[in-house]
Each structure stands twice: as C-alpha cells, then as structure tokens.
C-alpha cells in the first residue's frame, strides 16, 4: 500500500485535548514567552463537549495559574457552604460528623462548578494569549522518528466502514508536529495507552485502577435548593457488591449535579452499575430531594483511582503525560481538576526552559520531578492507603484506617507504609458461576430511566459511516469466552447500552452500537479478556454535555 501523504504542521509544542490539563499548558506556555507556538487538538465537536467532572474545584490549581482568575468573569461562581456525609442504609442514612475528619476532606474554599463551562472560558482565556484551538479534530495516531514522539495525526476521515481502508471521500488529515507533544486526553486516552505500552512507563507501578462515574443534572424544586451544598454518601445499594458512592451537589439556578461513582474491582459480572445509580435515587432521603423535580443531561466517564502507587513515568522521549492521563486523582477528596491544572503548568514550564536551552525531543525530566515532588505528589501521596484498604478489607476499614492514616499523614507519618493495589480491574471479575444474578427493580421513568433514554440526555451523535471505533482484538472472545465464562459483562458494564448479546445458544451474536458510545472508557479497562480496544471516532463525534 502507498504511503499516505499529509500535510505537516510545525510547532513548539502540540497538546491533545482541550481539558483543564491541555489548556492550562497551553495558558502556561504563553505567559512564558507569547511569541511561542502552541496548538490544542480536541476531539469533541466543542470544548467542552466531552468534559464530565463532579465538581467540586479546588482553586488551588487555577490560583497557581491565574491568580487574577476572580476578576475576569470566571463560571465559578458557588462556594461550598455546606458539606455532608452520609452512610446509607435501605431505608434511612447516618450523619458522619465532619470533625472527625482530615483536614483535607474539607471542601471550604472550594466551588461547585461545571468543568465543562470551565475549560471553555479557559479556551478563551488561551485563544486571548494566542493558542489555536482546534475542535473535532480527533487525533488518531502518533508520529515517531526512531524512537521519538514528533507529532500527531488529526482530521482523518473517510476510511471504509467494513475495511477501515482510505475510501472513495478519503482526507488523510494532517501531521502537527511539535518539539514536544503532551497528552491530557483524560482517563484511558487512546495515545497516552499506546506510550505507556510502547515505553514501559508502568514498569514497577502498581496496576492503574478506576471507577465508572455516571451523573445526571436535575432541576427540582425551589424548596429545596440549598446553594453551596455538598453532599456524599457511602454504603447502600453497592453494600458488598463494589466499592463506590454518591455525590449530590446544589449550584445555581435550582439544579443539582447527582452522581454516582462504582469501583471497577467488583468481582460479581452481574454487577450493572448503571442499575445501581437508578437505585440509589430511590432512597428515602434522595428521592425526597428529586421528587418534583426533572432530569435535564446524563452522563458518564471512567475515573482514574490508583493514585500515587499507579502514577506512570510520565515522559518518553518528546512526549508528556498530563492530568488523568497520568492518574492525578485524589481519590478520597474526589478531585482531580487542580492537579490536572498543575500538572499543564508544571509541564509547559519544563517544555519551555527546554525549548529555551535549544532542546527538543528528549525526556522532559523536569516535570517528572515537579509532579513527583511538588503539591500533585504531596496532594497524592498523603491518600495513598485509602483505596487499598477499601479494594481490600471494605468500606469500614478504609474509613477507620485511611482516616487514621490521613491523620497522620498531615504531620509526615503514616499507619501503613506505601500498601499496593492488587490485580487490575479486568482481573478482579470473577466467574459467573460463582455468582448469582442480581434482580434490579425496573426503572419508573420518574425518578429512575432506562439506559437508552439517559443516553439521549448526553446528546450523544456519531456519523455512522464510518468503522466502528470500538475494535475486538478477536471478534469471537464475546460469545465464545465472555458469555460462557462471564455471562458477557459488557452488556452491563457499559452505561450507554453500547455492547448486546443478541439471541441464544449456537445462534447468540455480539452487537456494538458504537453510535450510543459516551466515551468513557469503561470497556477498554473492565472487559475481563482485554479484548476491546477503544480508539478515537473520527470527526467531533461523542457526547455533547451543555454544562457537566
């Protein structure tokens, strides 16, 4: 086959994905010398259109960055007044008392915010400086000479549906190549699996673990709106199930930002999370806060979770990780947004005093060492124990030892070491036959949906002539492996509905609806044989979240 033939692009430095961690790079990189090119390619029809978070948003990241951020009309605009956890029962909840708890897990001054509204202001806080931006510009490939990364593929469209070959409408799109490239394309990026793989940049970490975070943004009634309000749950419906909770949030306008976060350890493959989050709703104390109320978007996205044990190296030659696609999240605090700001500015601030020394394309060890050791690896390695001990002894252990161990932490101690996560999520899923499966009540169309109808709620869209950017490594794993051994997991894992098993028997088939895929990963990292593969649809295709 011919070489395809692209048109090329040069810049100082190209960043993939237009999400708190790409843009504050790209801002960085701009204060520090304007005269520098920088370009951010986003797969999502808008910036913005792909980002899901909580949030509650620690400011510390954008005061770092742009410590006049107050004064130039920011979409943060709710302080946290209140904040609560609850342990959930079938029928009724235990106030946790917030004195107890590390300093850290206070949300006072912090904000409730949409990070999807927040990284489009930070867009055009960047195009002010000069950064070009371009959206639904999916970048499908890397570009290497010998072993190092110079650049990405983006724009491609046109393969054939069936042979994912260059078709009759073919545009090759374009090579953007940069004397370094940064990753911030968010949990499992498509590229940022690939270095890892190709540098070894796990080598003696622990596995990556991860969540599956599923939210929902409701209107409801006045009475009830308390602005500024945080509230999180642990416990039921999951009980022995899985690891995870719920986060209720009150920002403006009487809307709430419900949500519910499933560990991706569970064991049982007859687990649904998306079932377990219209579940919770039901509850007494949540249902009560719903009840009049409507459901205005849904969602979901894979969060990261192993923390400071799982953090990869984070360069290779001529390409960095940023953000969730190095694994900044602190997992008990919930947050992730202001080390994924940090990580962009401590990246840009290495890239550059590269470029300035006259280097390219070498490993930017710098910012490996800022993030290791600077507030990201302080904010990280003080929670490290606390999903060990939930993945291993359970939630009340987890809240009686990690409490403890965070305790100690704030003055430079620690109950137990540096504990390792186990097996990765895809491992943890047990057999079928070992388990028995759960009967979850049927959605009521009130306060619980089913999933097809939550996924129009994501204004999901993807040209459907194109090849599906869900690929099996072997088509035959699902009916042959997965279902007999499994029971197919991927049928309820998945909380758009993508993945079916049609018929029975000799005659069962394995459907991907690839065009309902919200793009959050949770395939690529659960399926027990690692058969799927996701990969970048072309175009601006996905989820278009208004304001999550």
């Known amino acids: 086959m011919t070489a395809i033939q692209r048109e090329k692009m040069d810049y100082d430095v190209v960043i993939v994905g237009a999400g708190p961690a790409g843009l504050s790079a790209a801002i960085r990189l701009k204060q520090l010398d304007p005269e520098r090119s920088v370009v951010v390619l986003e797969k999502g029809s808008e910036v913005g259109a792909h980002i899901l978070s909580g949030a509650v948003l620690d400011p510390s990241g954008l005061d770092a960055l742009l410590p006049d951020w107050r004064n130039m009309d920011a979409p943060i ?42 990284c489009r202001w930070m867009a055009q806080v960047a195009e002010g400086l000069g950064v070009e931006i371009f959206p639904a510009m999916a970048c499908s490939e890397l570009v290497y000479e010998g072993d190092t990364v110079v650049g990405v593929v983006a724009g ?68 009830k709106h308390r602005e500024g309000t945080v509230t999180h749950t642990m416990g039921w419906p999951l009980g022995k199930n899985a690891g995870g909770g719920s986060f209720i949030y009150h920002l403006e306008n009487n809307q709430v930002y419900v949500g519910f976060v499933v560990h991706l350890n569970y064991e049982n493959p007859y687990l649904y999370p998306y079932m377990e989050f219209q579940r919770f709703k039901h509850h ?20 990261s979770e192993g923390g400071w044990q799982s953090i990869p190296k984070l360069v290779a030659p001529g390409v960095a990780l940023l953000g969730c696609s190095a694994g900044l999240v602190n997992v008990p605090r919930i947050k992730g947004n202001h080390n994924a700001m940090l990580s962009g500015k401590a990246a840009a601030e290495a890239a550059h005093a590269a470029i ?52 100690l932490n ?13 097996k990765s999520d895809a491992a943890a899923t047990g057999k079928a036959k070992n388990f028995a499966p759960i009967d979850y009540p049927k959605p009521d169309g009130k306060l619980s949906f089913d999933r097809l109808t939550n996924v129009a709620f994501s204004f999901t869209n993807h040209d459907e002539n194109q090849p599906p950017h869900l690929v099996l490594k072997d088509p035959s794993i699902p009916i042959r492996v997965n279902l007999p051994e499994y029971a197919e997991p991927a049928q309820r894992y998945c909380p758009a509905g993508v993945y079916e098993v049609l018929g029975e028997g000799a005659e069962a088939t394995f459907r991907i609806n690839f065009q309902n895929c919200v793009h959050c990963k949770t395939c690529d990292i659960k399926d027990p044989s690692q058969n799927i593969t996701w990969t970048t649809p072309m175009g601006g295709g996905g989820p278009n979240y208004p304001n999550m």
């Open 77 to 118: 605009k709710v302080p946290v007044r209140e904040d609560n956890f609850y342990l959930l029962g079938p029928a009724g909840q235990l106030r946790i008392p917030n004195w107890p708890m590390p300093p850290l897990m206070s949300n006072h001054g912090n904000y409730i915010v949409s990070m999807a509204n927040v």
């Open 156 to 223: 491609e469209f046109g393969r054939d549906p069936e042979t994912r070959e260059p078709g009759p409408a073919y545009e090759p799109g374009m090579e953007l190549r940069g004397k370094y490239v940064f990753l911030s394309e968010g949990v499992r990026g498509s590229l940022s699996k690939q270095v890892i793989e190709k540098y070894g940049l796990s080598k003696g970490k622990c596995p990556q673990k991860f969540g599956l975070g599923m939210k929902e943004i409701w209107e409801i009634d006045p009475a």
């Open 284 to 303: 007494p104390m949540v249902a009560e806060l719903l009840k009049g109320g409507k459901r205005v978007a849904y969602g979901a996205r894979a969060i």
């Open 356 to 407: 300035v020394a006259g280097r390219q394309g070498d490993e930017l060890t710098a910012y490996e060492t800022e993030v290791r050791t600077g507030a990201i690896g302080k904010d990280l390695k003080k929670v490290r124990n606390v999903k060990p001990l939930w993945s291993k002894y359970g939630l009340v252990a987890s809240l009686m030892g990690g409490g403890i161990d965070m305790w």
């Open 410 to 422: 704030t003055v430079g101690l620690t109950a137990f070491g540096t504990l390792r996560h186990g």
